[in-house]
């Protein structure tokens, strides 16, 4: 008995040590660096000021507003490839070809658009040859939110092919014979069918739009404020420090909202 | 059939979208001119300045060294812990660790960064590489387990039982039965959390010092400033080295599941 209390520590120690001073301790110095001012005293004033200054709500706002935009074009471009590769011969191969891309380092595929889109790029040079000139398209909301659709792509449209590849097609083929029209195929079966790829494909999106950082100064020229990058802001910039924890503890509860709303419901497989 | 087309040109229409960036890159690492526009011929150039920038392979060499750490420490870590919670037979307290195993891969990475950011400095522990060290360990911790956790579950316990009864005690049970049966998990595990920590940036630019750069920090400096086409010789490079991780990967998987198929 003394030998399996023994060993059960053995296993226990080093992964409960991991979950407090990594876990458990770094969410409690964030709220504690929240709720205190740069003396050290306990305060709200951090949150406060969040509320009522014109500066961090309007931010708060934006960042989410533009999270939704980027969310909603991957899953409209998603959702349609998704069921298309599912009907596809050589699945396996097209599935490789989509996730190779999120192997490659994410700052590398930011790089390359700085070229692509910059003053002489490839796609200003297509505009040239099409006859609509060149254009600045660097540096602001819209290349921003067209590099961060690219980056996300994947994320939404992998958990979206899962489900959709999960769907019996005996179903859809006796919703035809049936004489359902395709909308109401896809509206009132594939859709519902495959409600749980969706959320987490929404969960993989909209939370990393709210804190991509390096997106909005090498691609967004900072016109562009997400919530990650004010946390950039204040750790690394200006040094508030407990005005970055505010955010930051803002930005966990926008992302315990996201995943309070997109949880699996229903019945459990 | 013209809705087939469709589909499968919308398809293709993706694909191209998603590498056109990536050629890009590569195809200008061979350019002769010194920004990624126009072209003024195929030359080797910026790979010779490549690798005589020993800051950069220096860094370069650092990322691996840092992601293969690392993701050895986390197997080990990941996988204790996997047969610490796999011990668990109340289904609640198993829940109430799975989701405190789950804070950290759901979290943003900002705020991963910016939290360990503050552990360290209260600490009085300074950054550069060790920091940065813990920190992907830290990260990547959770990671096995959630590849590990499912296989354990899913194992046979009567092997044990039949060992148990042989008189067999329980390190032998752990070394010849349990860690060969979820090895391929553990291996997968190994692997993703490689790929997390060479793919990193968020959480290691906040706990990196003025003395330790990786390439994810690296690059971002460095595109601070502007193009240059050194920057696309290593992205063909890190391109190569990853088509080689994502076919070592298959293979792996393909083979290790046609050998439990053999066995089963």
Partial sequence: ?269 | MQKKILGNSYVLLIMVLLYIPIIFLVAYSFNSGTIMSGWSGFSFIHYQQLFADTRLLKILLDTFILAISSATIAAFIGTIGALFLDSFHNKKNLNVFSSLNNVLLVSPDVTIGVSFLILFTILGFSLGFVSVLISHIAFSIPIVLLMVLPRLREMDNTLIIAARDLGANRGTILSQIVIPEIWPSIMAGFLLALTYSLDDFAVTFFVTGNGFSTLSVEIYSRARQGVSLEINALSALMFAVSLLLVLAYYLYTTYSDKKARLTK
Avoid: C
């Fill in chain 1, 1 to 269: 008995m003394k030998n399996n209390i023994r060993a059960k520590a053995f296993f226990a120690i080093p992964y409960i040590s991991w979950l407090a001073v990594f876990v458990i301790v770094p969410i409690g110095l964030l709220i504690y660096q929240s709720l205190t001012n740069a003396q050290g005293h306990f305060t709200l004033a951090n949150f406060h000021e969040f509320i009522t200054s014109s500066v961090y709500l309007p931010m708060a706002f934006n960042s989410v507003f533009y999270a939704l935009i980027i969310t909603t074009i991957t899953f409209i471009i998603s959702f349609p490839a998704a069921y298309v590769l599912s009907r596809l011969k050589h699945r396996q191969l097209w599935l490789m070809l989509i996730i190779l891309p999120t192997w490659i380092n994410v700052l590398l595929k930011t790089y390359a658009f700085l070229g692509l889109l910059s003053k002489s790029g490839l796609i200003n040079q297509l505009l040239l040859t099409l006859g609509f000139g060149t254009h600045n398209l660097l540096f602001n909301h819209v290349s921003f939110i067209f590099v961060a659709v690219y980056l996300e792509l994947p994320f939404m449209l992998l958990p979206i092919y899962n489900s959709i590849n999960e769907i019996d097609t005996d179903i859809l083929k006796a919703s035809r014979d049936l004489g359902a029209k395709p909308i109401n195929t896809l509206r009132q079966l594939v859709l519902p069918l495959s409600i749980n790829g969706i959320k987490s494909g929404i969960q993989a999106v909209f939370i990393p739009s709210l804190s991509l950082f390096m997106l909005t100064t090498l691609i967004g020229g900072n016109k562009v404020m997400t919530l990650g990058s004010a946390i950039e802001l204040h750790f690394i910039v200006t040094q508030n420090w407990h005005m970055g924890s505010t955010i930051a503890i803002i930005l966990i509860l926008a992302m315990a909202v996201t995943m309070y709303f997109t949880r699996e419901r229903g019945k459990q497989k």
